[in-house]
């Protein structure tokens, strides 16, 4: 599957952001999205994911409560909606895919990436 990363910008500190990730070649049903994060120097570290058949999430700790992952059937994509962003939610965002019924949370178990998209929160 192929997918298309967009919606980062240059935000500041407590703003809202929606990133979204559209797949195309192959429908997501039987796939899992996750959404990883890359800040400049850093490793590349898993930010939220979801197993679209049972619609299950999982996220990383220092998102939970701000961030919201979601997917839509007729648009064939993926969604993390952040909301009240800050400094440290700074990177590159990149979403990937796997064919697999559970959500992952390390990029090694991922097959399919998208190509990125820069989010920056000022303070």
């Known amino acids: 599957v192929q997918l298309q990363a967009s919606g980062g910008g240059l935000v500041q500190a407590g703003d809202s952001l929606r990133l979204s990730c559209a797949a195309s070649g192959d429908t997501l049903s039987d796939y899992s999205v996750a959404w990883f994060a890359q800040a400049p120097g850093k490793e590349r570290k898993f930010v939220a994911g979801?197993?679209?058949?049972?619609?299950?999430?999982d996220y990383a700790d220092s998102k939970k409560g701000r961030f919201i992952i979601s997917r839509d059937s007729a648009k064939n994509a993926v969604f993390l909606h952040m909301n009240d962003v800050k400094p440290e939610d700074t990177g590159v965002y990149f979403c990937?895919?796997?064919?697999?019924?559970?959500?992952?949370?390390?990029?090694?178990?991922?097959?399919?990436w998208g190509q990125g998209t820069q989010v920056t929160v000022s303070s």
């Open positions: 979801i197993a679209w058949g049972m619609g299950s999430t």
């Open positions: 990937a895919a796997k064919r697999l019924g559970v959500v992952l949370s390390f990029t090694r178990n991922y097959d399919d």
